[in-house]
C-alpha cells in the first residue's frame, strides 16, 4: 500500500486498540462486554428491522429465554372474606416455559485489499465508512439466517447454501422444530396452499385472517403480518390490472390497499423473507441473543496477499419467545392460479 495509506492504517489500528482497550489489533482477543455492547448496537442500528425485534445477551451458551411472555390473566378475586378454607393464589406471569436456547459459534471474516485502501484513503473518513458497510453486511447476514438458517453445519459451504440456511437454526426452524402445527404447509389438497379464486384463500387478507386465529385471543397483541415481496407483487399486479382504466385509482394503490394492512394487520416487508412467505407474529416476538463475551477479534496486514484481514467471531442464536403468538405458511407450498386459471402454479 501507498505510504499514505499506510500511516492511516497505523492510525486506524492505534484508535481502534484504544477503543477496545488492548495494546495491540494484531493478536486475538476477547471485547469487553461494555465495549461489545456498543459494537452490536452499532451492527443492529444498521438494519430497521433488528431495531424492531428483541436483541439481548446472554450468559450462558446453552440456556432458557431471558425475555417475559404474558401467559394468561392476573386479575380476579380469591372470596377469603366470605370462605375461610380459602387463600389469594398468585400467578406467574412470566410466560417462561423449559425451553433452551443453543448459541453456535460463527464467524464473520472480511478482508480488504491495499489497492482498494489507497483508492479510498483520499477520503479523511475512509475507516468509518469501511466499518459501516462491514456492519451493515453482519447485520444482513443475521436477518437473512433468522428467516433461512435450518441447520449449524460443521463447516458451512456458500456455494451450496447461498442464503446462509446451514449457518445457525432460524425463527421459522425453529417453529417447524417445536411447534410444526404453526408451520401451515397444505389447505386443502397436499402440500399445496392455494391463494386465489377457487382455492383455500381467495385473497391474501383472508390467508392473513386465518393465520391471526392459530393465536390465542389474549396473545394477539402488537400482531404484523410479514408477506414475501413475490406475494406482495402479485397481489399488487392484480390490482394494477383491475385498475388499468381508471388510472386516478393508482394513487390509492401505492399508498394504502399494498402497503399499509392485510387482514387488518399491519404489513411489512422483511430483506430476506421467503418470497411467497406469510407469517403472523408479533417483533417483540423474535429474538437475537450473543453471548456476552464470546466476541473475539483481531486485524491482520497479510503481505503475501496484499490485503488487510479482519477476523471477527462470536456465539449466537435465534430463538422464539412464545410459540403459541406464532404462525406462518411455508412459501414453497404456496400457490395461486396461472394467467388463464387452468393450474395452481
Known sequence: MKK?????FVAVLAGMATNYGVASMSEQFNVEPTIEQKLYDGVYESAEFLQMINTAFVDDIVGQSVIMSVNGGVTGRAGVENDDSKERQTRDVSGLKPREYRCEPVECDVHITWQKMDQWSKFPDFA????NHVKQAIALDIIK??????TAAAATNLATYPMLEDVNIGWLQHVRNDAPERAISEGATANEIRIGAGG???????????LI??????KRVGLVAIIGDELLAHDKNKLYAKQAHTPSEKTKIELQQVIDTYGGLPTYKVPFFPERGIVVTSFDNLSHYVQEGSTRTHVEDN???KRVEDFQSRNDCYYVEDLEKIAFFESANVKWPNADGTAWV
Open 4 to 8: 499514505r495509506t499506510s500511516q492511516l
Open 303 to 305: 503481505h503475501k496477499k
Open 145 to 150: 439466517i433468522g428467516w433461512n438458517g435450518t
Open 128 to 131: 468509518n465508512r469501511y466499518r
Open 213 to 218: 386465529q392459530a393465536i390465542p385471543q389474549h
Open 200 to 210: 383455500d384463500y381467495e385473497n391474501l387478507d383472508q390467508a392473513v385472517h386465518d
